[in-house]
């Protein structure tokens, strides 16, 4: 088995809560390297002659913490949301100093990363209809299927991770076809683009990562929606945006909370907002933000630490 080690930069205050992370995450295991957990041979203890001064100099000067990841189809979708986890943890109240929070990948360098993890990516199926297909996988589809082919380069979303599923699972459950669709953070496309073969009338979808929206643009013509699917770089406050009768954000707890209330000016009166990226701790945090913004629950979903759900717009002024 192939493993991936990832290396957070944090504090001393802010090494236990991100070992937590990582094994929430599914790291096999972690460890801290930290220079205050060395004594200082400038303050003689008792054992202070065990350590070499050298090793407290080679030490780095910010917290790590090291966690290891089998590599298998979710790693980097997994890795993805790691570094989404990690800055609501930088944007929190300030309470724990987290320092820079910035994440390293290492074993398999990245552009050999964006090649292997391929290998994993089978064609898989989600719900009873939507079939995601990588493009370089071969296929025969049922004559039901609704077959998304994607090749998400670098863009969060491939499907295999139980936030993007879930999202897929709940599109189909309630999106009607000629519903207008909103996605915000598309990443590679896939909720857009499945939105579109459950069919929506028009889909707009929004991302802030330039990166992510040149993907996106690729996997919406290569899939021929490009008339129902447009792809636009920003976020949902300083972009263009459309009256919906739907809307989905896979994206993370905070997010949700700062959105859903902008979001609600543009899906009419009834509509839904399929919201995921919820790890499970913070789903209180979203029902709070979204019931106090006039939302009704109207399906929960839960996998692993993961939460979706699926809510009413109940304000008829909308």
């Known amino acids: ?6 290396i957070v930069h944090t504090t001393s205050a802010g090494s236990d809560v991100v070992s937590d992370w990582l094994i929430r995450f599914g790291a096999a295991g972690t460890e ?6 060395v004594p200082d041979p400038a303050k003689p203890g008792v054992y202070w002659e065990l350590y070499d001064p050298k090793m407290l100099a080679a030490m780095p000067e910010d917290v790590l913490v090291k966690g290891w990841f089998a590599q298998n189809e979710q790693t980097r979708d997994m890795l993805t949301n790691l570094r989404a986890q990690l800055a609501e943890l930088a944007n929190g109240d300030g309470s724990v100093d987290f ?3 910035t994440m390293e990948i290492l074993n398999v360098a990245d552009e050999d990363w964006a090649e292997n993890w391929k290998r994993y990516y089978k064609p898989f199926r989600i719900g009873s209809r939507l079939v995601v297909k990588p493009s370089w996988e071969a296929f025969d589809p049922a004559p039901d299927d609704l077959v998304v082919e994607l090749d998400p380069g670098m863009a969060f979303g491939t499907g295999t991770h139980e936030t993007t599923n879930m999202c897929m699972e ?6 009607r076809p000629g519903d207008r669709v909103m996605d915000v953070g598309t990443g590679s496309g896939i909720l857009a683009i499945a939105a579109a073969r459950l069919g929506a009338q028009n889909v707009l979808a929004v991302d802030i990562d330039p990166d992510a929206v040149k993907v996106a643009r690729e996997n919406v013509e290569h899939n021929g929606v490009s008339r129902q699917v447009r792809v636009v770089q ?3 406050v300083k972009s263009e945006a459309m009256p919906c009768e739907l809307a989905v954000a896979n994206i993370v707890a905070d997010a949700i909370c700062m959105l859903c209330g902008p979001l609600k000016r543009h899906l009419v009166a009834g509509g839904l907002l399929i919201c995921s990226g919820i790890i499970r701790e913070r789903e209180n945090d979203v029902l709070t933000a979204v019931q106090s913004e006039g939302y009704a629950v109207v399906k929960r979903a839960m996998r692993g630490e993961w939460v979706a759900l699926c809510l009413r717009n109940e304000d008829s002024r909308a």
């Open 32 to 37: 801290i390297v930290d220079r205050a957990d």
């Open 234 to 236: 920003g976020d949902l």
């Open 99 to 101: 320092g820079t929070l």
């Open 1 to 6: 088995m192939n493993w991936c080690e990832v």
């Open 170 to 175: 709940l599109l189909e459950t309630f999106l």
